[in-house]
């Protein structure tokens, strides 16, 4: 059974930081695209950041450039998301995701074929 | 404001047929596949069509999923109270170099 479980949220003032991990089990995490997806209260779903297999490429939202590093431990079986400089509009629960494998019938692989598998979340509030 | 732009809300009786749109620009739904999730109240989404029109297994297939040109249409024939949900489309943006999501429909039955 694919599991992926959040934790490291919590109340931050801002311009504080958190680190963020996310342990996977019931896969092969190296294999797998991993990503962040954030929602803020009563709002919508916002991606932060991706990362390839096997660390070497990174893609991140444009509010969290800079701020936010993604990384991932495939020997641990682990993710993580750095967030330095925190703002209020940080605040929102966010969830791990595991980028979905996908061939099409004319056998072209798709790495990240959207997000088939999503923790539960952890919430992480900035406030003072 | 959502770089794709989804209908905030939708409704239909049970045993109708719900369409909600997504629509986007050439340098997301254009050029790339669409993606939709639904999120049931107080759980995480759920993969529920990829590829523009395909559905993982476990979803009925009362769910499709279409695309043409820059927008695409999520459709849910015979809706029914389980689907009262909000559903967000999503595709991979060239010019951002990041994954987008439409702002989200509530979908009510009523």
């Known amino acids: 059974e694919v599991q992926l479980v959040e934790s490291g949220g919590g109340l931050v003032q801002p311009g504080g930081s958190l680190r963020l991990s996310c342990a996977v089990s019931?896969?092969?995490?190296?294999?797998?695209?991993m990503s962040w997806v954030r929602q803020a209260p009563g709002k919508g779903l916002e991606w932060v950041a991706n990362?390839?297999?096997?660390?070497?490429?990174?893609f991140y939202v444009d509010s969290v450039k800079g701020r936010f590093t993604i990384s991932r431990d495939n020997a641990k079986n682990s993710l993580y998301l750095q967030m330095n400089s925190l703002r209020t509009d940080d605040t929102a629960l966010y969830y791990c995701?595991?980028?979905?494998?996908?061939?099409?019938?004319?056998?072209?692989?798709?790495?990240?074929?959207?997000?088939?598998?999503w923790g539960q979340g952890t919430l992480v509030t900035v406030s003072s | 404001q959502s770089v794709l732009t989804q209908p905030p809300s939708a409704s239909g009786s049970p045993g109708q047929r719900v369409a909600i749109s997504c629509s986007g620009s050439?340098?997301?739904?254009?050029?790339?596949?669409v993606y939709w999730y639904q999120q049931l109240p107080g759980t995480a989404p759920k993969y529920l069509i990829y590829?523009?029109?395909q559905r993982p297994s476990g979803v009925p297939d009362r769910f499709s999923g279409s695309k043409s040109g820059t927008s695409a249409s999520l459709a849910i024939s015979g809706v029914r109270s389980e689907d009262d949900a909000h559903y967000y489309c999503?595709?991979?943006?060239?010019?951002?170099?990041?994954?987008?999501f439409g702002g989200g429909t509530k979908l009510t039955v009523l």
């Open positions: 050439s340098s997301n739904i254009g050029s790339n596949h």
């Open positions: 590829r523009n029109n």
């Open positions: 995701v595991r980028g979905a494998e996908d061939f099409d019938s004319s056998g072209f692989y798709y790495p990240e074929s959207g997000f088939d598998y």
């Open positions: 019931g896969f092969t995490f190296s294999n797998y695209y």
């Open positions: 990362i390839r297999e096997d660390g070497s490429e990174k």
């Open positions: 999503s595709v991979w943006d060239d010019s951002l170099s990041g994954w987008v």
